[in-house]
C-alpha cells in the first residue's frame, strides 16, 4: 500500500520505518533540517506546514497515488489557545478530495474526554465530551474527518504518550503542588501506539474510532512517585488540597474489533 503520513515526528518517525516494511511510505516534516532522518530510512521526505489560510509545501504531490493518509501532527492549542486546528483540518481535508486517498487515520486525544470529580470510564460508545478549547477542536475536526463521504476515516484517541525519550515524570519531578493527585492515569506506549495502528491497516479497520490507553489506571499520586523513585528523579509534589478530577479510559474496539493485547506496561 501507498502511504503518507502527515506528521513524522516523535511517534511518526517510527511508525513510518515500522509500516516501510510492507508499503511505500511518504512522510511529512515542518523543517529542512528534519529531512534527512527520512531520507536515512528510505522515506520519501517533503516539508509541508499546513495553516488555515493555506498550505507551505507540495501536499498535491505528497498526497499524490496514496490509498492511505495518517494524520498525526499536534493541534498546537497549548501555547496558542486561538490557534484554529479546525481550519488546518478542512484545508487538509480540500486536498484529500482531490487526490487518491481513499482511507484516514486520524490521531487524536482522549483529553476528547471531560475529567469528573467521579472519574468516569469511558469507552468509544460514550460521547466526547470535552470543553476545553483543545478538547472542541479535536471533537469537531473528528467529526469533519468521519463525516466525509469522500474517504473512509478511522480516529485513534490516544492516552498520554510516552517511550524513548519522553515520560512526564521528567517534568513533573520539577513541579510543586501539582493538582488531581487521586486522578488515574491513561498513559500508552510508543510501541504500542504504532502497533495498534499497523494493526488497523491489517484488519482493515476503517470507519472506527478507537480509545487506546494502557488497562491499569493507578492514580497519578501513586504512578509518578513510584516512576520518579525507579528513575532516581525528585519525587513529585501533589497538591492534596481540594477534589481531583479525572476520568478512566477504557476501549472496546480495541479487543473486540482489533482483537489487541497490550505488549508494553506503562
Request: aromatic share 8%.
Amino acid at each position: 500500500m501507498n502511504i503518507s503520513i502527515l506528521g513524522t515526528g516523535w511517534l511518526g518517525l517510527p511508525l513510518a520505518k515500522k509500516l516501510k516494511e510492507e508499503h511505500i511510505i511518504k512522510g511529512s516534516v515542518t523543517s529542512q533540517e528534519k529531512m534527512q532522518p527520512l531520507r536515512e530510512a528510505g522515506i520519501a521526505p517533503y516539508q509541508i506546514k499546513i495553516f488555515t489560510e493555506g498550505v507551505q509545501g507540495d501536499l498535491t504531490s505528497f498526497l499524490a497515488h496514496s490509498e492511505l493518509l495518517i494524520i498525526d501532527i499536534p493541534p498546537g492549542l497549548r501555547g496558542d489557545s486561538a490557534a484554529d486546528f479546525v481550519g488546518k483540518i478542512g484545508r487538509i481535508i480540500d486536498y484529500i478530495e482531490k487526490s487518491s486517498v481513499g482511507k484516514v487515520i486520524f490521531v487524536s486525544s482522549t483529553s476528547v474526554y471531560k475529567d469528573e470529580e467521579t472519574f468516569p470510564e469511558y469507552t468509544e460508545e460514550n460521547e466526547a465530551n470535552g470543553t476545553s478549547e483543545a478538547a472542541k477542536q479535536l471533537i469537531s475536526s473528528e467529526k469533519m474527518l468521519l463525516k466525509n463521504e469522500h474517504f473512509q476515516t478511522t480516529v485513534i484517541r490516544y492516552g498520554g504518550l510516552i517511550g524513548p525519550g519522553r515520560h512526564p515524570v521528567n517534568y513533573l519531578a520539577k513541579k510543586t503542588g501539582i493538582k488531581n493527585p487521586k486522578a488515574p492515569v491513561n498513559l500508552i506506549q510508543q510501541e504500542d501506539c504504532i502497533k495498534i495502528i499497523n494493526q488497523i491497516i491489517k484488519k482493515e479497520a476503517w470507519g472506527k474510532t478507537f480509545n487506546a490507553a494502557y488497562p491499569h489506571h493507578p492514580t497519578k499520586e501513586d504512578y509518578y512517585t513510584k516512576t520518579a523513585k525507579e528513575k532516581n528523579l525528585n519525587i513529585p509534589d501533589f497538591d492534596e488540597n481540594g477534589l481531583s478530577k479525572g476520568k478512566k479510559i477504557s476501549s472496546v474496539n480495541l479487543k473486540e474489533v482489533l482483537d489487541y493485547q497490550f505488549e508494553q506496561e506503562i
